[in-house]
């Protein structure tokens, strides 16, 4: 049995959502205040009966909230005798599980229809008002009394609660809501709009999934309190060892719940221990307690005071030096430290996989856990879900890679387990960490997309992307895409916007040339991904899939139009090409260079509104004019980063001299005594020039100059103001 996919309606940013779930583990990617969170409380509380407020009801639903008010408010008005009027505002979750022929025992309580036999089964969790009629007749009440006092107030006009139906939400949506269940139709699971809810298919059990699924929560380490959090101390996911260890015992080891003949030897210490104690203390405090009845009390009627204690390993287990670790080396003496002496992520580590180890066992029901459950409910749930939200707290970048690797391991790590592979285990994690996404297979991701607010409601949404649909069933480009990323990095998966870079001297400069002059670029989350022109354009399917507005930086590479399209100085009238396939192949679609030379601004963007809207533009060298020795507005012509820079700040490179090419550079156009010969050198020099070094090039740029005093390359400026208007106007 195996979660197929859900689907989430009208909570938080989630107005309509699609995640489709992996068979093992399922790992959610996206920028921030992306709708990763709302995803992960959504399943806390539709599925772990976490506790809902009226914000987690998308908040573009409450100006209809609002009317529905406004309606009930009128006198004349009579308390509605259905939800009808809430039925597209309410918050919905769907899930869809599939069934193996022979787990149909575990279901036989939620099959739709007879003929039924086998495959997928869908139950909604709508949260609704418990009494139409009820919630209606309990906020006319509250409204009319606030209004009626309002009216009393002669010297200021102030406003009470409730001020309208949102508001009167805000106090008693848990009381006036409640969470239930319907059974779906499988017919209409592939459905890309959720099916209506049909209310004479409800659930006879509140929590139909009480049984099947077994759904344990780890929350993120953030530091400060999580006000959606109901746990009690006990249960308080994180927190230090000894807390664990001491909820372990007691669920799983306790000797003194139902004693096994193996807990007598530890009973009869404990009981030893308790006598030889009590009869220290009543010695200790003999004095003392004589003393307190010389004062007349306790009198004939009142009891004595006597001192008693319980030995108890659980609250031997409290206090901080419960666990300690060892710092022994051979040949020194013992050395031992609390635990809170140790490093934060070495904590956080051990706590994480402590609490998987601990839910598998309470699953497996281990120990005493199996003893005190009763004979007819001493069954295991046929499917575990684990929901774990940012494990990357505090980890440093090599410890979460090991550990999203085995963390999955660490679930399944039972004897009961392995002979019974159709009790299945699905982990969903959450995370903001590029070194995790990395581990996972590309199939298993799922992207979260920010929508931003239409005219007609201001409100930003969000989407989830299967990224298992990106490419076909043994696609070249995806073996490519994915090895790429993961000898790189996914830092894609979680910016803001993307900027393709070509080479290595780009990737070093870019960066300069935003933090010095684009504040509100460097204020944003974007990923500078350096790969070649010629496999660029294979990264088009990922960026079209995840949405993710992109700018280009290509150089023309200008070449011979016959023949091996053998590389060309560039210039105007000679019937050449581009052989840059993210310009010819991706983008614009051209491969004229006399015709790329004069394609406007305006029309290096793509602008694509499906399935969201967003934009691509690229970004090539374009004709420049610069004035060198006698000569005047001489157009310049770039076939590459390099050879633009340097037309861009020739007087610089008169001026300033430094090593390899920089001083190369120099060279010939302290010794170039026409335009036409700098142009013709400075091609032969950089066509030379291994990338190699043309990274030292980028290298002794930043050393020799200060990046300030570089201008940036008009084509790569145009580029990066087009990208900061973008990100502006999605703001």
């Known amino acids: 049995m195996k979660i197929s996919f859900i689907d989430i309606q009208n909570f938080r940013k989630m107005k309509q959502c699609r995640i489709n779930f992996s068979d093992t583990k399922t790992l959610f990617v996206g920028a921030n205040n992306s709708g990763k969170t709302s995803a992960m409380d959504a399943l806390g509380k539709f599925l772990a009966n976490r506790n809902f407020v009226y914000n987690d009801i998308t908040l573009s639903n409450h100006a209809i909230i609002k009317a529905i008010g406004n309606e009930w408010e009128k006198k004349e008005r009579e308390a509605p005798e259905d939800i009808s009027k809430w039925e597209d505002i309410l ?13 149909i025992q575990y279901v036989a309580h939620i099959i739709p229809t007879l003929k039924w036999r086998m495959g997928i089964l869908g139950i909604r969790f709508l949260l609704q008002p418990k009494e139409i009629s009820n919630l209606f007749v309990e906020y006319r009440k509250a409204f009319d009394e606030a209004r009626v006092t309002e009216s009393l107030s002669k010297k200021s006009k102030i406003t009470l609660w409730p001020k309208d139906l949102s508001d009167f939400l805000k106090k008693r949506l848990s009381t006036q809501f409640t969470l239930k269940a319907y059974m779906l139709d499988p017919d209409k699971s592939k459905d890309v709009v959720p099916q ?11 929590n139909p999934l009480a049984g099947l699924i077994k759904i344990d929560m780890i929350e993120a380490q953030r530091g400060f309190s999580d006000p959606n959090h109901t746990s009690t101390t006990d249960e308080k996911i994180g927190g230090n060892l000894s807390t664990q260890l001491r909820c372990y015992y007691d669920k799983h080891l306790d000797p003194e719940k139902t004693p096994t003949p193996e807990d007598l030897e530890t009973l009869l210490a404990m009981e030893n221990a308790t006598d030889v104690f009590n009869r220290n203390l009543s010695g200790k405090f003999a004095s003392a307690i004589t003393e307190l009845e010389g004062l007349g009390y306790p009198g004939v009627n009142d009891p004595k005071i006597t001192i008693t204690t319980k030995v108890s390993v659980t609250e031997a287990l409290r206090h901080d030096s419960a666990v300690q670790y060892s710092l022994n080396r051979a040949g020194t003496d013992e050395m031992k430290l609390p635990e809170k002496y140790n490093g934060l992520g070495y904590q956080n580590l051990i706590s994480i996989v402590f609490q998987l180890m601990r839910f598998r066992d309470d699953w497996m029901q281990e120990g005493k856990a199996k003893l005190e459950q009763e004979t007819e409910k001493n069954h295991k749930e046929p499917l575990h879900l684990v929901l774990l939200e940012e494990p990357e707290a505090h980890l440093h970048m090599q410890v979460q890679q090991v550990f999203i690797r085995k963390a999955y391991d660490v679930l399944r790590n039972h004897s009961f387990i392995r002979k019974n592979p159709s009790f299945a285990t699905q982990l969903v994690v959450s995370t903001h960490s590029s070194h995790i996404a990395r581990e996972v297979a590309f199939s298993d991701l799922r992207y979260f997309k920010r929508i931003p607010g239409s005219t007609e409601c201001c409100v930003a949404t969000a989407k989830v992307i299967n990224l298992a649909d990106v490419f076909g069933i043994g696609d ?17 998966f979680f910016a803001d916007a993307a900027i393709l870079v070509e080479g290595s001297a780009e990737s070093m400069l870019v960066p300069h040339f935003i933090r010095n002059r684009y504040p509100e670029l460097n204020q944003r989350y974007i990923s500078i991904l350096s790969i070649n022109g010629k496999h660029s354009h294979r990264l088009k399917p990922l960026i079209e899939k995840l949405c993710l507005t992109t700018l280009v930086i290509a150089d023309i590479d200008s070449a ?4 091996h399209h053998s590389a060309a100085r560039p210039e105007r009238g000679k019937g050449l090409i581009s052989g840059n396939f993210a310009i010819t192949d991706w983008l614009l679609n051209e491969k004229s260079l006399d015709k790329l030379l004069d394609i406007p601004s305006d029309k290096k963007a793509i602008v694509n509104t499906e399935p969201h809207k967003y934009s691509i533009r690229v970004a090539y060298q374009t004709p420049m004019h610069v004035d060198f020795n006698d000569e005047k507005k001489i157009e310049a012509i770039s076939r590459t980063f390099e050879d633009c820079l340097v037309y861009t700040n020739l007087a610089l490179f008169q001026t300033k001299s430094g090593d390899g090419i920089v001083e190369k550079v120099h060279g010939i156009i302290a010794n170039a005594k ?27 740029l930043i050393y020799s100059f200060d990046p300030n005093e570089i201008i940036i390359p008009p084509y790569i400026a145009e580029g990066l103001e087009w990208l900061q208007l973008q990100l502006r106007s999605e703001e």
């Open 91 to 103: 918050p919905v979750l769907d899930i869809w599980i599939n069934v193996a022929e022979n787990e």
């Open 476 to 492: 070249e480009t995806d073996k490519f895409v994915t090895r790429y990323l993961q000898t790189t990095h996914c830092d894609l």
């Open 674 to 700: 026409t335009f036409n010969e700098l142009h013709m050198q400075l091609y032969k020099v950089l066509r030379e020039s291994q990338s190699g070094q043309k990274a030292e090039f980028a290298l002794d």
């Open 560 to 563: 011979e139009a016959t023949g």
């Open 196 to 206: 209506k809810t049909v209310y004479g298919m409800e659930c006879l059990n509140q």
